[in-house]
């Protein structure tokens, strides 16, 4: 680090000596400008002198149609169409250059004055550069030959071959300005007609304009003859009162300015009529006042020659017809009086009178429409066979609606009398008269009463193997019905504890309903059937045991002892047991059991203190190093 601080000062010093070395350099080196060159030296006795050829091209149709060349550098004050600047140094390039600023305005205007444009004023189009400017360099090898040195490089057509040139061609668009006259009345009498014009482009504050009269429009201006007064009278041009005529307006070509010759569009001027000189040959016409129905008129004055109305005696004050009418004032009506009254459907008038004229106006008025009842009326009463009607009447005309039959009532029985009384099984009769007093009567029968059971009675046979269900009416006790019952039998076995049963089931149907009855015998239980079964069977020591199980139920007795059936010894070890073989395992506790596992577990304790004191070595080691 001490190293390289020492060398940044020595690097910044020779730095700042090769820079003020390269100062110096260029100091004493190249980059002055030599003497500049004289525009009276410019063309070193060159017929050629460097020129610029301007070619113009119209709008229309980007077709030549005039060109010019000016020659540069020449000692002259006339500069027509650009401006010559100042001859610089170009440091970078090393070399004399001058820019010549083109000014396309000045060939235009000198364009549009020559015979070739026909006289036309002309002008730049909208979008056209009023100026260009275009470089000239002085190159040393062109004025070391004699010739003009002053060349162009730079976008522009040479002619005579490539750059660098001394020529330039380029094209200025322009288009044809137009010129318009508008012709104009400053004054009109019965007998004198005063014009004016106005012209968009003048050739000059004197230009003269020039006028022409017709009686017709459609006339074509080339046939008529122009003059240049601009005031036509009854006296010099034949000038009638209440007549329209017809004028032209007219500028001619000038070829001092390029401005063409331009017409106007005709205008139509009436003359005024000859009351305006004379009002005696007015007509009077007094007010006339306007009536209900017809229109009046306000005092006017009327003039035969140009049919014109006037409010007043001189004619100054022309009126339209419409507002020398007075409107008729119409009927002034009372109040709507009824002369008809309408009906229900049919139309009523009323009449209002004017109070001006007694002029009556009438109108219709509506029917009024039935005013018809809420309720209906019954316009036929029905009778037992025959219909009735009702419908709902208008109250205060005969008309009805909603006509509705009233279905005949039918004969009404309601007393019967009984002729042939009904039994059990046979029908009877009754009789009624119509209660309408029509005077017919009614027959009709009555239902045999049916049987009126009472309840049934069962009757078995000793073995309930057969019964039979009897009916007997209650109305009359020789009726009586049998049926014939269906047994079925439902035994419930008898236990050893309980009795069993055997149940007899009867079923008949009568008349649409099943009857039932039943009867029982009782079977008496049968009673256990004990046998002894074995628990545990005894042995020399020990006692077994048994007790007494039901064969059929399973029911069982409390269990009873079996005495043990050996005798009693003493074994080598003084203790007592039963006769029979008895063997007896001794152990020796000298030898290792089976699954020790104490030798294992000191073995992992070894292994583990083992480990412990190896990571110690190590970790002592590397903090030692």
């Not at 239980?525 to 199980?549: C, L, Q």
Request: hydrophobic residues 30%; charged residues 25%; negative net charge.
């Amino acid at each position: 680090m001490k190293r390289k601080r020492k060398i940044f000062p020595l690097l910044l010093f020779t730095m700042l000596i090769l820079g003020a070395a390269g100062g110096a350099a260029f100091a004493n080196g190249g980059g002055i400008a030599p003497e500049a060159p004289t525009y009276e030296d410019l063309s070193n006795g060159d017929s050629n002198h460097t020129a610029i050829a301007v070619t113009i091209k119209c709008v229309e149709d980007h077709t030549a149609c005039y060109s010019t060349e000016y020659k540069l550098f020449e000692n002259t004050s006339s500069k027509v169409g650009y401006s010559l600047g100042e001859v610089q140094w170009d440091v970078e390039t090393e070399r004399w250059y001058c820019d010549v600023t083109i000014i396309p305005d000045d060939y235009i205007t000198s364009y549009s004055k020559s015979s070739r444009a026909k006289y036309t004023a002309h002008e730049l189009t909208e979008n056209e550069e009023k100026t260009k400017v275009i470089r000239f360099w002085y190159m040393e090898e062109y004025a070391a030959k004699g010739t003009n040195p002053w060349r162009t490089e730079d976008g522009y057509s040479g002619t005579g071959g490539n750059p660098p040139q001394r020529k330039v061609t380029f094209e200025v668009i322009h288009t044809v300005i137009p010129r318009a006259i508008t012709c104009k009345l400053d004054n009109v009498t019965s007998d004198t007609i005063n014009l004016s014009a106005d012209v968009s482009q003048k050739a000059g504050d004197n230009e003269v304009v020039y006028y022409a009269m017709s009686t017709t429009p459609d006339a074509d201006p080339s046939t008529l003859s122009f003059i240049p007064f601009s005031e036509f009278t009854a006296e010099w041009d034949g000038i009638l009162p209440n007549t329209t005529y017809y004028f032209w307006a007219k500028v001619n070509q000038s070829n001092s300015t390029g401005l063409v010759e331009a017409i106007s569009e005709p205008i139509a001027v009436t003359t005024l009529c000859s009351h305006t000189d004379d009002a005696s040959i007015l007509t009077h016409h007094g007010r006339v006042e306007a009536s209900c129905t017809t229109a009046g008129s306000t005092e006017y004055w009327s003039c035969e020659v140009c049919g014109k109305n006037f409010a007043d005696a001189e004619g100054n004050t022309e009126i339209d017809a419409v507002d020398m009418v007075i409107p008729a004032m119409g009927h002034d009506f009372g109040e709507w009086e009824t002369a008809a009254a309408p009906s229900c459907t049919g139309q009523g008038s009323e009449q209002r009178t004017c109070s001006r004229c007694e002029y009556k106006e009438y109108r219709d008025m509506d029917p009024v429409g039935h005013d018809w009842e809420d309720d209906f009326t019954v316009d036929q009463e029905p009778a037992c066979t025959q219909d009735g009607s009702k419908s709902i009447h208008c109250s205060r005309c005969d008309a009805i609606k909603d006509s509705t039959v009233i279905p005949a009532t039918g004969h009404s029985y309601t007393a019967y009398v009984t002729e042939t009384v009904a039994t059990c099984t046979e029908k009877g009769t009754e009789k009624a008269v119509c209660d309408n007093g029509c005077g017919e009567t009614d027959v009709r029968e009555l239902p045999a009463l049916g049987h009126e059971w009472s309840d049934p009675e069962w009757k078995w046979a000793e073995d309930y193997s057969s019964a039979v269900i009897s009916f007997t009416c209650k109305r009359d006790e020789a009726h009586v019905e049998n049926v014939e019952a269906k047994i079925s039998k439902n035994t419930t076995a008898a236990t050893c504890t309980e009795a069993g049963s055997m149940k007899y089931s009867a079923s008949a149907s009568f008349e649409g309903k099943v009857y039932t009855d039943e009867k029982t015998e009782i079977i008496a239980a049968v009673g256990h059937r004990f046998k002894w079964v074995i628990d545990k069977e005894a042995t020399a020591t020990e006692k077994g045991s048994k007790h007494e199980e039901c064969e059929v139920c399973g029911n069982k007795k409390d269990a009873v002892e079996i005495p043990a059936t050996g005798t009693v010894t003493t074994n080598s070890n003084g203790n007592n047991s039963a006769t029979g073989t008895v063997s007896n395992t001794s152990s020796s506790s000298g030898s290792p059991k089976t699954g020790d596992d104490s030798y294992m577990i000191l073995w992992i304790v070894s292994m583990g203190m083992a480990l412990i004191v190896l990571a110690g070595t190590v970790i002592y080691r590397r903090r030692v190093r």
